[in-house]
C-alpha cells in the first residue's frame, strides 16, 4: 500500500504552531503546502499515482496555477512578514508547477518522494544504470551524428533524429504512466532512467549545429 507523503522538505517553514508558540498568519487563499499535490487541490485531489492517474491536465494545472498566484501574490501584500511569507510561498507554488508540468520531473519527484527512489542522486549512475538495449540505442544515435554531421544534408537528418527522438519520448512517457499507475515502481524506476536519457539526447539534437559531429549527453535533472 501506498505510504502517505512525509512533508516536503525543502517546502518553507511548515511547522504547525503549538501552544506556547504564538500562531503564526495565514495568507488568504494560501494552499496546503504538505507535498506538491496538496498545492493543486482542484486539479490532483486524489494525490499522485496508485491514486490517480500519472497523466494530468496541463490545462487545467495551469489555471490553478495561475488562480494561486493571483491570491498570494507579493505585490498584493506591504513590505513586512506577510510579503516575506507571500513570497515565500509564491516560490513554493512555482516550484510545484514546473514539477509537476513536466513528465520526468513529475515521475523523479513521486519516485523519490514517496517511495524513496532517486534517480537523480549522486551515485545515480550505478545504482540507476541505464539498460543495455537503451545504451545502445543512444549509441546509435550518436554514431549516427558523427556519420552525418558534415554531410551536405545534415540538417536535415538531424531534424529526423529529432523527431524519432520524440517519437521515444511520448512512448517512454506513456510507459511510464502506466507502470506508476500499476504501482510497478521497478518498470517505472527503468522507463524513468530511459526517458532523462532520451530528454538528454533530445536536448543535444536541439544544441546541434552544422558541422558538429557530436552531441552532448548530459543528465537531466
Not at 516536503?8 to 503564526?24: G, Q, V
Request: aromatic share 6%; proline share 7%; with cysteine.
Amino acid at each position: 500500500m501506498t505510504q502517505p507523503p512525509t512533508t516536503y522538505r525543502r517546502s518553507a517553514s511548515t511547522k504547525a504552531s503549538t501552544p506556547t508558540e504564538p500562531s503564526k498568519t495565514t495568507l488568504a487563499g494560501a494552499p496546503d503546502i504538505t507535498n506538491h499535490y496538496t498545492i493543486f487541490p482542484q486539479t490532483l485531489p486524489a494525490g499522485p499515482p496508485p491514486n490517480s492517474p500519472f497523466a494530468i491536465s496541463t490545462g487545467d494545472l495551469r489555471r490553478e496555477f495561475l488562480q494561486l498566484q493571483g491570491l498570494v501574490h507579493p505585490d498584493k501584500y506591504p513590505n513586512g512578514a506577510e510579503k516575506q511569507q507571500a513570497e515565500g510561498l509564491s516560490a513554493r507554488i512555482n516550484e510545484a508547477y514546473r514539477t509537476l508540468l513536466d513528465p520526468l520531473q513529475r515521475a523523479q519527484y513521486i519516485l523519490r518522494e514517496w517511495h524513496g527512489i532517486d534517480v537523480t542522486a549522486e551515485d545515480a549512475s550505478t545504482k540507476h544504470a541505464l539498460d543495455a538495449e537503451t545504451l545502445m540505442e543512444v549509441m546509435e544515435v550518436q554514431e549516427t551524428i558523427e556519420e552525418v554531421g558534415e554531410s551536405a544534408d545534415a540538417e536535415a537528418q538531424i531534424n529526423a533524429l529529432k523527431k524519432e527522438n520524440e517519437e521515444r519520448i511520448v512512448s517512454c512517457v506513456e510507459s511510464l504512466g502506466e507502470a506508476l499507475d500499476k504501482g510497478d515502481l521497478e518498470a517505472a524506476r527503468m522507463e524513468c532512467i530511459r526517458l532523462r536519457f532520451w530528454y538528454s539526447v533530445g536536448e543535444g539534437l536541439r544544441e546541434w549545429e552544422p558541422g558538429n559531429t557530436e552531441i552532448r549527453l548530459m543528465h537531466t535533472s
